[in-house]
């Protein structure tokens, strides 16, 4: 099992940047592909961003490609989520993820093929 705790969250103008982290509890982080996902009021939660355990692939909403990118640092047991040109529709609960890395990568979308969740940050972007 993996704790996550997610931290970077804020209030920042539209066009504005912020950088999310999720610091993981075991070493045993680099045995685990992550995801970012996020919730807005009053909508599902959506998928993000994906990273695989080698850092041998990378997934992105089409909502987020081009000004969200996702990284990790096995060294540190902490995965990144750099999000760039924030606009207001990025407003939402932000929140990490973490599943084994022999699940079936064509599931890296699915919310519910995550395991392990951190308690979510809150990104409010103001226009």
């Known amino acids: 099992q993996v704790q996550l705790v997610e931290s970077g969250g804020g209030l920042v103008q539209a066009g504005g940047s912020l950088r999310l982290s999720c610091a993981a509890s075991r070493r045993t982080f680099t045995t685990y592909n992550m995801g970012w996902f996020r919730q807005a009021p009053g909508k599902e939660r959506e998928f993000v961003a994906a990273?695989?355990?080698?850092?041998?692939?990378?997934y992105y909403a089409d909502s987020v490609k081009g000004r969200f990118t996702i990284s990790r640092d096995n060294s540190n047991y902490t995965a990144y989520l750099q999000m760039n040109s924030l606009k207001s529709d990025d407003t939402a609960v932000y929140y990490c993820a973490a599943r084994p890395s022999y699940y079936s990568d064509r599931d890296y979308q699915r919310g519910e093929k995550y395991p392990y969740w951190g308690q979510g940050t809150q990104v409010t972007v103001s226009t």
């Open positions: 990273e695989a355990s080698s850092s041998t692939y990378t």
